[in-house]
């Protein structure tokens, strides 16, 4: 049972975490997002193309959202996929995982299940093994985020 | 002990590629989150999942918070040869976990 003094603190402490989030919130994450991409590609060239995201464009839960990315490759010593990045754009950070992949692994596709926090774009890259990089992105629209989940005690 | 699970095909052809599955019982805390009273919870994730095969690394993961809780990784190898898999995970306040699974190949 919550009494009046902890619900109205609650009230307090809900406004500050709102009052920490700055105005340009969109910008910040937006260059967040850049420089976590620049940080994997330096200064490659990202291209569309080669692969396929594989994420449902409504989600009704943020907070597994599950997600799988293919790439087309042969998978040999001479031309594999050596990374995939998954990033998004509207998390407190961009990153979601880093896979790496080498010939072995036969066929280059990973899956697993991700926290999305807003509406917003979801971007695969892949780095293949000749140095360059492709990318897809899927514009998601979710329905109850990640973040705002009900907090512990 | 945290709870570990691998799916492995127990028997597969030589040359085939092979789907394996993992999941790992963790609550993969974000560290973004607050209390009803407005204390931040530290971040308590799995980091890295490192998976070998008879010795030699043939998939790694760098997990981050927006990874759900429990983590589920899936990904593909060829099966070569007969032996063993291993599997382990670490993560922030020293967590590790390690799991095998073997495979024949005919």
Redo the contacts between chains.
Sequence with gaps: MISRR?FL??G???S??HAQLPPNIQEIRKKALDEAIRKVVGNAQVRQGKVKLDIPPLIDNG???PLAVEVESPMTEADHVKAIHIF?ER???P????????P????A?????????DTGTVMAIAQMSDGSFWSDSVRVIVTLS??L?E??? | MARVVVNVPAQAKRGE??EIRTLAGHPME?G???????EL?PRDIIRTLICT?NG?E????????????N????????A?ESGTLEFRWTGDNGFSATQSAAIKVV
């Design positions: 902890t603190l609650l307090v402490a809900a500050a975490a907070n597994a959202v998004t998390n407190p950070q990153y979601v995982v880093t896979a790496h992949l080498g072995r692994a036969g066929r596709r990973i899956a697993t299940r991700a926290r999305i926090g990640a973040c989940e907090g512990l005690i | 590629v092979i974000t973004f989150r607050r209390t009803q009273l407005g919870i095969y030699a043939i998939f790694r993961a760098e997990l981050h918070p927006a990874i759900a809780a983590p589920l990784i899936s990904f593909t190898t060829v070569t």
